[in-house]
């Protein structure tokens, strides 16, 4: 297949969402189309705008710097279930990031998959080891801002900047309690983003990507769990999307963030590095 770099509408998701080779043959046969959730409203803090907790857990990361962060995706359709995990860093100052996707046994059984090496960048994606055609020395490069999910989905892992960003949409969010993440005490917050919303209020460097994902998602709505510890810091933050389209796609994205203020560095690769042909199906 080609690397899809036009611009998503809606009904069209299908299109763009997942071009790592083994989540495609999970979704391909049900299509894509996405919908939304809702969630309440509440707090046990008196005087607490749990709303504007959320909404400024992105900004908080931002002055932090930098974080170590781990991904996993699960998708489920047709009884069938995938997950795919990566770890890495981002660097919240220049929104960037690195990535190194574990991709799980294809849908046959068949294993021995090689990492998949993701380089974030604003309204871009760069992924090595690719597979399908392309050769191991190259970088296949996607534009997120020309896709239907704006990269929410695609890499197979959501890049960890615009899952932060995304709470700036947050609405009708309840405060769940308190609990611990990676051996943190953190408050736990549930609601729902509006997509929309958060490309409004979002950093220009991930705006039009997630601007994208608005125009291409059926419903702006994406129900989410954040979890922020004492100093307002993201630790954990959990979206569920959901696609309809002759069957039905469940995809739960979590991204955790630890060690902050750790130095990330990402070196994109020259444009001689780029892999320019078609990638097999």
Request: aromatic share 4%; hydrophobic share 40%; with cysteine.
């Amino acid at each position: 297949m080609v690397v899809h770099q036009h611009s998503g509408r809606r009904g069209r998701a299908g299109e763009a969402v997942l071009v790592v080779g083994v989540a495609v043959m999970v979704v391909a046969a049900a299509g894509c189309r996405p919908g939304g959730g809702a969630g309440a409203a509440g707090d046990d803090r008196p005087g607490a705008d749990v709303t504007q907790v959320v909404r400024g857990a992105a900004d908080v990361l931002v002055r932090t710097g930098s974080a170590r962060a781990r991904t996993a995706m699960e998708m489920a359709a047709g009884g069938t279930r995938v997950t795919i995990r990566g770890e890495g860093g981002v660097d919240f100052t220049h929104r960037m990031g690195q990535l190194l996707v574990m991709l799980p046994a294809d849908v046959t059984g068949r294993t021995g998959h090689r990492p998949l090496t993701e380089l974030l960048a604003p309204g871009a994606l760069y992924m090595k080891n690719r597979g399908a055609g392309v050769p191991a020395d190259k970088w296949v490069r996607v534009d997120t801002t020309a896709l239907a999910d704006g990269n929410l989905v695609t890499g197979g892992a959501t890049d960890p900047l615009a899952a932060a960003e995304l709470l700036r949409g947050a609405r009708e969010v309840t405060y769940v309690g308190e609990t611990e993440v990676g051996g943190a005490r953190v408050r736990h917050y549930r609601g729902t983003t509006d997509i929309g919303r958060a490309a409004l209020a979002a950093l220009p460097e991930v705006r039009g990507a997630l601007a994208a994902a608005a125009k291409g998602f059926s419903k702006d709505g994406v129900p989410f769990d954040a979890y922020l510890d004492e100093e307002g810091r993201l630790r954990k933050v959990r979206h569920r999307f959901t696609y309809v389209n002759n069957g039905v796609i469940d995809v739960s994205s979590t991204t955790l963030f630890y060690g902050f203020g750790t130095p990330v560095t990402v070196e994109l690769p020259p444009s001689t590095d780029i892999y320019a042909g078609k990638i097999a199906q």
